[in-house]
């Protein structure tokens, strides 16, 4: 859709610039697909097997393989250059499962791999109202995406922390990205609100990387 387009103008910045992908929540692969255009290995993983038969359809490429698992339970020797969870870890059942899933990416990752989070930021209060105006099936959208709640830059802290990890915050939208493909002439004020009230974004990316982050030492 029009808006995950606009989405993705602002995670292709994150990336590196080359190499392979493990791409956690792919579903029917609109960004696998976007992925595989600019020469990326990617290795598509989802619970859904529909929706990766859909994805797999659509890249007509053989740079791409598909695994229908469960992330924290997905066993492989390789280890990729970036490990990708894009709107994914809203949809987790518990906060404890979004950490089990973050120690196990860092298990997949190369020395010098990265880690590319973009997520709905849980503490902007306008998501519900918003979403509850929204029907999906018998239920509104809210019903549906209230696990955000788990996903706010203070839980994502919390786990980096206790592992003297670094990472970077970045904040995105504080207009929707809905809006602004509609009104284009607003992404100017956009990127400008940006940078003056941040934390009033509705989206947020983090990166990690184990060799432009190194771990602070602990002198406690």
Known sequence: SKHNSNKFNKIIKLLKPQGTILECGAGTGFYTKEFLKRGYTVTAIDLS?????????????????????????????????????????????TLTNIYKALDHARKLL??????????????????????????????????????????????????????????????????PSTLLNKLPFL????????????????NFSLTYSPQEHKPQQNTS
């Open 49 to 93: 097997k529909q929706a990766l038969k859909i994805n797999k359809a659509q890249a007509l490429n053989k740079q791409l393989t598909t695994h229908a698992i469960n992330f924290i339970d997905f066993k492989t020797t390789e280890k990729y250059d970036q490990i990708i969870f894009i709107k994914v870890f809203h949809h987790f059942d």
């Open 110 to 175: 190369k020395n010098n791999g990265k880690i590319i989070i973009f997520e709905p930021n849980g503490k902007n209060i306008l998501w519900k109202p918003i979403l509850s105006l929204r029907k999906d099936k018998d239920k509104n959208k809210w019903f549906y995406e209230q696990n955000m709640k788990y996903t706010t830059k203070q839980n994502f802290h919390k786990y980096f922390k206790k592992h003297n990890l670094n990472y970077n915050l970045k904040y995105h939208y504080i207009i």
């Open 187 to 202: 992404n100017k004020l956009n990127n400008y609100l940006e940078k003056i009230i941040p934390k009033w974004a509705f």
